[in-house]
């Protein structure tokens, strides 16, 4: 499985961006997929999750409110819709996926991961 992230950048506070992730090398309409993100020194955090259908949606609380994550199975996607970017929304992201249909916070729950978009917000 090969997952590619894109769509980082250097925004402004209150700012907007979205990410992408395309997966190739399996059907991914059967796994959920999850977005997590590493802040310099720091672990890598659960961000938000999807279930295969799109139909169950996670998010971590210090993002809830304003990211959206959305998938589009027929195209292999991801997408993580971030508005009202905040300077500590500064990390590298990763998407991720795994055995599972649900979703899933545990780092320990996927098992392919992308090689991160880094997001940079000034304030």
């Known amino acids: 499985v090969q997952l590619v992230e894109s769509g980082g950048g250097l925004v402004q506070a209150g700012d907007s961006l979205t990410l992408s992730c395309a997966a190739s090398?399996?059907?991914?309409?059967?796994?959920?997929m999850g977005w997590f993100r590493q802040a310099p020194g720091k672990d890598r955090d659960f961000v938000s999750a999807?279930?295969?259908?799109?139909?169950?949606?996670d998010y971590a609380d210090s993002v809830k409110g304003r990211f959206t994550i959305s998938r589009d199975n027929a195209e292999n996607t991801v997408t993580l819709q971030m508005n009202s970017l905040k300077p500590e929304d500064t990390a590298v992201y990763y998407c991720?996926?795994?055995?599972?249909?649900?979703?899933?916070?545990?780092?320990?729950?996927?098992?392919?991961w992308g090689q991160g978009t880094q997001v940079t917000v000034s304030s």
């Open positions: 999807i279930s295969w259908s799109g139909r169950n949606t």
């Open positions: 090398g399996r059907t991914m309409g059967y796994y959920a």
């Open positions: 991720a996926t795994g055995s599972s249909a649900d979703t899933r916070r545990s780092l320990r729950a996927y098992s392919d």
